[in-house]
């Protein structure tokens, strides 16, 4: 077991890092490299360089920091975190235990247009399978995603029916090779969709091509799982994006904390390793206390 897992590798979840390695603490950082601070290609309000330098950059640093401190960096997509006695943290191929969370996941993103997606949400369009998937036995459902986050949904969707179609919407599907072994025993449709319709509720998908099928649900896993993902399957208070936190990085989950652009407000580096230091302090004091 570990005493924290820190969901994401940019500038919040390394600083908080630096903070419960350097305490003693296990702590494993679980994240892709893929923050949008390797977009920025030249930074200069960043604290303690003179020179110019690139956000790549301070990744790596950060990275090999981490690791000099004792933390154990995993590249991998969390697409699930459950809180039973201790909190689960899945992955596509493991599924790591911890005394507390940090999600450090950055500013979720809108992630796909489909006509009509919106004015359907709550009839027959749900962003969470745990809350809603009930509601759909033995009806047609679709996942909407491409990735492991959409494999890992459809396999939560099948507790309630057996007719589950994954609609990648165009894209070509990026799974790890378990999540492509388990996927097998769903229908993908790689079409892109024009729109989704109904009356009351949800009742056909329409495709580009001119083609469409009875839907009775559609569940939205498009891209990875966001901290927004997250809180919907916790019960987390979120304000629009923006994950509810006290002055402590703590949410309203007793041993789950969140940090850096996904908590909203003024998203800068300084402002995310900032958060960063102070959930780390608090996880420490947290995990001590247990
Ligand atoms: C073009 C551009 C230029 C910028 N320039 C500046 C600048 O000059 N100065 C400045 O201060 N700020 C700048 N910023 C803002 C800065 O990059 C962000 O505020 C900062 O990176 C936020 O850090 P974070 O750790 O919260 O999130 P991020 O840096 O976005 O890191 C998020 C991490 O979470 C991981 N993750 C997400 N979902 C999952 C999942 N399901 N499973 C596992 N891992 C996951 C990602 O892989 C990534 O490692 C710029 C941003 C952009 C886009």
């Known amino acids: 077991m570990h005493d924290v897992i820190i969901i994401g590798k940019g500038p ?50 950060g990275e090999q ?67 809603d998937g009930f509601f ?46 388990e996927c097998q025993r769903f229908s993908i449709n790689v079409k892109p969709i024009e729109k989704i319709d109904g009356s009351e509720f949800l009742q056909r998908i329409y495709f580009t091509d001119g083609t469409s099928e009875e839907l009775d649900g559609l569940f939205v896993a498009f891209e990875s799982a966001s901290s927004v993902d997250f809180a919907r399957k916790l019960g987390i208070i979120t304000e629009g994006n923006a994950v509810v936190v006290d002055k402590n990085q703590q949410t309203n989950l007793e041993g789950l904390f969140a940090a850096g652009d996904c908590t909203g407000g003024f998203k800068q580096i300084s402002t995310a390793v900032g958060q960063g230091a102070l959930a780390g302090k608090r996880i420490i004091e947290y995990v001590r206390s247990l």
Do not use: M, W
């Open 65 to 131: 920091q981490a690791l000099r401190v004792g933390a154990q960096i995993v590249d991998d997509e969390v697409v699930t975190i459950e809180k039973k006695d201790f909190f689960e943290v899945v992955t596509s191929e493991e599924r790591f235990i911890a005394k507390a969370v940090l999600v450090a996941t950055g500013q979720p993103q809108k992630k796909v247009r489909v006509e009509n997606l919106e004015s359907f949400e709550g009839r027959g369009v749900s962003y969470c399978t745990t809350c």
């Open 136 to 181: 759909y036995n033995n009806l047609k459902v679709g996942v909407l995603g491409f990735k492991d986050f959409a494999v890992h949904e459809a396999i939560e969707l099948e507790s309630y029916t057996s007719n589950i179609t994954i609609y990648t919407n165009g894209k070509e599907l990026e799974l790890t090779e378990k999540s492509h072994e």
């Open 12 to 61: 919040a979840g390394i600083s908080a890092a630096l903070y419960t390695a350097r305490a003693n603490l296990k702590t494993l950082i679980i994240g892709r490299d893929d923050s949008v601070l390797r977009k920025a290609e030249k930074i200069e309000n960043y604290y303690g360089f003179s020179d110019v330098i690139s956000g790549e950059f301070l990744l790596r640093e």
